[in-house]
């Protein structure tokens, strides 16, 4: 074993180094001791397995690349709290991507321009003009910390970013800035903007053929196409919706197959493929992936420029080693994981997976190739190619399936069939719309031609990965959760949603927050948690309890949805009411003292139910109220009820007691009255509490008025999302996800 390492080091010293480097940065991320510790045991190992030279190598390419890493780090640190104690004021910066947004708010990365933290990337909430990469802005405005993930299981966003280089968030005030765009960023973004035109011109902006087209050509995925991407993702083949060194590959085989039927020699060939990789990179975006490909396509076809046989895991190991070398974060991000080991995976694997199919391209043992017919070389050929097609999905499918199951809870088996079924028909896409890009400036009837015979094949990849993401088996999520709990989740401008899980016993959401807040929050944090809801349950017609409607059943099988009132004014409530039965979804409707039954043997009861038919009233004014009962204990949720629903309930002279109140807040009225919470009597209560809008904020003095009354208060402001549990002593536990807080609550 030691012979066969020493050897393999020898081959692919580069590879062997970007090793050793990114074993150092992973202990670096914990310290820098720990970092250079790692890279004086690997320089050890380097001695074993070849020379002192390999062993010093390593150690001071480990040692390199770990005082790059922390100096860049403690760089960040100091410029975002140097930003944030200065609080805010002018700001100047340039745009290193093209900002994201609409409706006069946009999101960019700032590489600051002067002031005292000159060279501090920023992320730039603006308003007015949106800026393309490479125009400076100016604004006032102040610097706030980055985002802290409130909910278990949502996306980190201030991780991602910190990894980044992000050092702040500066917010822009309501005046809009000032935005100056050179005129060689304005051709950039020009440019960008005609191909992103001319590859789906002739085709409905909004059609899910244009959607596939541009998601596969440029990357840019649909926002509110929860259901086609999820055809993708589930068939493993969600990659296609990324420009990454499958497209890259995809491309440089086009320009490739087009300069050997031209006749262009294979050297002078590659000094054309790279401008043109490079080219296609730089107009479909410069996402992270397709620069990392560019580099290493162009670093492995540069052998042939030299003379040199080309060695795959060579040039992977190059352009990772220059990479971490520059900036060691890289190596923390899921993205630059799954490109390079991938690849890895693929340089590996692929001799191994080759032997497992090599029966499919065996030729017939006792018929020289002499006497083949053409049908049966051709038929040779094509087992040959279909061998090959399988060993490589094969490697990449054992090379990205622990990094998928890690990073993402799904595992996908069918995508070993799924991307042999779809790369025939993406290639064909692909070389489709470049040629309608390069058709359309002279000839745009030809090109938009060219883009309707292109819509079938889009329509063949969605009906193709839908199909195969259908087959049992698949796919499956490795995240379950095995003991029940009800899950309170912290959104903002007082949206909110809530789910109640019993593991693999079911789960129902108790309103689903706001369009965006589901989208971004609610949804990723329940596929994290392995929940899969098939019921919905709504409180009121609000448009921030109710997730935007038909997201919500695009992206969870939901069966059935209980609605508080027949019709309202709302058109997202109208989506539920007059789309959610054409969807296959069964409505019911909240009835006075009706009980549902839930998971883990719960049952919900309906305490108050609004007028059905009278959509004139505030929403805030028809919200119906629940109690849940669960292994004894009674939770109640009122939403965002004001004093004249509680009067109501209290008019009834009905039984309202409860262990715990999940309380929002009345637009226009009080929340929570003494009368009520005396009826109640609550020993806890979760508020929500957001600074904006001011009608969703907790007052603090009513906080102060409920603990001196004994009631515990949960403050959401503070604690995050609230995770309610049972544990096997019947004890009710109720713990924050920011603050880390803890509260036991006994039978009383």
Request: proline fraction near 6%.
């Amino acid at each position: 074993m030691r012979a066969g390492l020493t050897a393999f080091f020898g081959r692919h010293p580069m590879f062997a180094a970007a090793l050793a480097m990114a074993g150092c940065l992973l202990l670096a991320d914990r310290g820098m001791a720990a970092g250079c510790l790692a890279a004086g045991v690997l320089g050890g190992v380097g001695v074993v397995f070849g020379n002192w030279r390999r062993g010093l190598a390593w150690a001071l390419c480990g040692t390199l690349a770990v005082g790059v890493f922390t100096w860049r780090n403690c760089r960040r640190d100091r410029a975002g709290a140097g930003l944030l104690e200065s609080g805010g004021g002018q700001a100047e910066g340039r745009v290193l991507t093209d900002a994201k947004g609409g409706n006069g708010s946009w999101v960019a990365p700032v590489r600051l321009v002067g002031g005292p933290y000159p060279g501090a990337k920023v992320s730039w909430q603006g308003r007015g003009e949106t800026p393309v990469a490479g125009a400076r802005v100016r604004a006032r405005g102040n610097f706030v910390p980055l985002p802290l993930r409130r909910n278990p299981g949502e996306f980190d966003q201030g991780a991602w970013l910190r990894r980044q280089g992000v050092a702040a968030v500066f917010r822009a005030t309501l005046s809009s800035g000032r935005v100056s765009t050179g005129w060689l960023a304005a051709l950039g973004a020009r440019l960008r903007r005609e191909f992103r035109t001319a590859v789906t011109a002739g085709l409905p902006d909004d059609s899910q053929a244009a959607m596939v087209i541009r998601a596969v050509v440029i990357g840019d995925i649909p926002p509110d196409a929860d259901e086609l991407v999820a055809a993708f993702r589930n068939s493993g083949t969600l990659h296609i919706f990324s420009v990454s060194g499958m497209h890259v590959a995809m491309v440089a085989s086009i320009a490739w197959l087009l300069l050997r039927w031209a006749g262009v020699p294979r050297r002078w060939a590659v000094l054309v493929l790279l401008p043109f990789i490079f080219g296609y990179t730089w107009i479909s975006g410069n996402s992270p992936p397709a620069l990392r490909s560019a580099w290493m396509a162009s670093v492995f076809l540069g052998a042939f420029v030299f003379r040199r046989r080309p060695d795959l895991l060579n040039a992977l190991g190059l352009v990772l080693f220059a990479a971490l070398m520059w900036n060691g974060n890289l190596l923390f991000q899921p993205g630059v994981q799954l490109s390079y080991g991938v690849v890895a995976a693929i340089a590996l694997g692929t001799p191994w997976a080759s032997r497992r199919f090599a029966w499919i391209a065996r030729p017939e043992p006792y018929l020289p190739p002499q006497l083949l017919t053409r049908w049966q070389k051709f038929h040779l050929r094509c087992r040959r190619k279909l061998a090959q097609s399988l060993a490589v999905s094969l490697a990449a499918l054992i090379g990205s399936t622990p990094l998928t199951a890690f990073h993402f809870g799904l595992v996908t088996p069918i995508s070993l069939i799924a991307n042999l079924a779809l790369m025939p028909l993406v290639f064909v896409l692909l070389a489709a719309a470049l040629l309608a890009a390069a058709l359309h400036p002279w000839a745009p009837r030809a090109a938009a031609m060219l883009n309707q015979a292109n819509a079938v094949v889009a329509n063949a990849c969605v009906t193709s990965a839908s199909a195969l993401a259908a087959i049992p088996g698949g796919h499956f999520s490795i995240r379950h959760q095995s003991q029940p709990f009800l899950l309170i989740y912290d959104l903002d401008f007082g949206a909110a949603a809530a789910c109640f899980s019993a593991g693999p016993g079911g789960a129902v959401m108790l309103d689903c927050g706001d369009r965006n807040g589901f989208k971004r929050r609610v949804m990723p944090s329940l596929r994290q948690l392995g929940a899969t809801p098939d019921a919905v349950v709504l409180s009121h017609p609000d448009g921030r309890h109710l997730g935007g409607g038909a997201q919500v059943w695009a992206a969870f099988p939901i069966r059935q949805v209980l609605l508080p009132v027949a019709r309202a004014r709302s058109p997202a409530y109208q989506a539920w009411v007059a789309e959610a039965p054409r969807a296959g979804l069964r409505t019911l409707l909240a009835a006075p003292h009706s009980v549902l039954p839930m998971p883990d043997a719960a049952r919900l009861e309906i305490l108050h139910a609004p007028d059905p038919l009278n959509p004139v009233t505030l929403a805030d004014d028809r919200v119906a109220i629940f109690r849940l009962h669960w292994r004894g204990w009674k939770l109640l949720f009122t939403s965002d009820a004001g004093m004249a629903t509680e009067t109501k309930l209290l008019d009834q002279a009905a039984d309202l007691s409860a262990d715990v109140i999940i309380a929002g807040h009345h637009s226009r009225d009080r929340s929570l009255c003494d009368a009520f919470l005396d009826q109640v009597q609550p020993a806890a209560i979760i508020a929500s509490n957001e600074a904006f809008p001011s009608g969703e904020r907790l007052d603090p003095a009513q906080a102060a008025f409920w603990r001196a009354s004994g009631i515990q208060v949960l403050d959401q402001a503070q604690t995050g999302a609230v995770t309610l549990t049972i544990d096997p002593a019947g004890d009710l536990l109720l713990e924050g996800f920011v603050d880390k807080s803890s509260l036991r609550l006994k039978r009383r």
